[in-house]
């Protein structure tokens, strides 16, 4: 069976060298750490109006549920790429322990930050500054959760 002339051709034709990779970058030793994801705990005091807030007042999705005796303990929420599971106090360290001191998480979305801001606070967050423009380049939201746990909100400017 006689071959057509492309098929010849492309048979016969010299692959174009493959261009070098590039060197990989010399690592510190001890190797530095790298991530390819962070995710969050944080314990609650009141895990339902919690749930209820991330999920109908942010918009985060339930990926999973923790129950202990028919009881709901925990929850593992999503969204996007990012987790965050809130976890039932027990109260073994007491009723009174203050929860959010000294920790901030920082989300970043491309959403609108005045509607997050008002569906959020239709759910129990205290907006502590409002969307507005800042001088490092982004747009950004700060409010505090029903548990008093900080969150910025941000989208970057660029």
Same mark, same amino acid.
């Given at each position: 069976?006689?071959?057509?002339?492309?098929? =010849? &051709?492309?048979?016969?034709?010299?692959?174009?060298?493959?261009?070098?990779? $590039?060197?990989? $970058?010399?690592?510190?030793? $001890?190797?530095?750490?790298?991530?390819?994801?962070?995710?969050?705990?944080?314990?609650?005091?009141?895990?339902?109006?919690?749930?209820?807030?991330?999920?109908?007042?942010?918009?985060? #999705?339930?990926?999973?549920?923790?129950?202990?005796?028919?009881? !709901?303990?925990? =929850?593992? !929420?999503?969204?996007?790429?990012?987790?965050?599971?809130?976890? &039932?106090?027990?109260?073994?360290?007491?009723?009174?322990?203050?929860?959010?001191?000294? #920790?901030?998480?920082?989300?970043?979305? =491309? &959403?609108?930050?005045?509607?997050?801001?008002?569906?959020?606070?239709?759910?129990?967050?205290? #907006?502590?500054?409002?969307?507005?423009?800042?001088?490092?380049?982004?747009?950004?939201?700060?409010?505090?959760?029903?548990?008093?746990?900080?969150?910025?909100?941000?989208?970057? !400017?660029?």
């Amino acid at each position: 069976m006689a071959r057509t002339t492309s098929a =010849v &051709q492309s048979s016969t034709r010299r692959r174009a060298p493959r261009a070098a990779k $590039p060197e990989r $970058p010399v690592r510190a030793r $001890p190797e530095t750490l790298r991530l390819r994801s962070l995710s969050a705990g944080l314990t609650v005091g009141d895990l339902e109006r919690a749930l209820r807030f991330y999920t109908k007042g942010l918009g985060f #999705i339930v990926e999973k549920r923790f129950e202990e005796e028919g009881r !709901l303990t925990g =929850v593992m !929420l999503r969204a996007g790429t990012c987790e965050l599971a809130l976890m &039932q106090d027990d109260w073994a360290k007491g009723r009174e322990r203050s929860k959010g001191e000294g #920790i901030r998480l920082w989300l970043e979305t =491309v &959403q609108d930050l005045d509607e997050i801001a008002e569906r959020a606070e239709g759910y129990g967050a205290r #907006i502590t500054e409002w969307p507005a423009d800042r001088s490092w380049g982004a747009r950004s939201l700060a409010l505090d959760d029903p548990d008093g746990f900080h969150l910025t909100f941000y989208r970057r !400017l660029d």
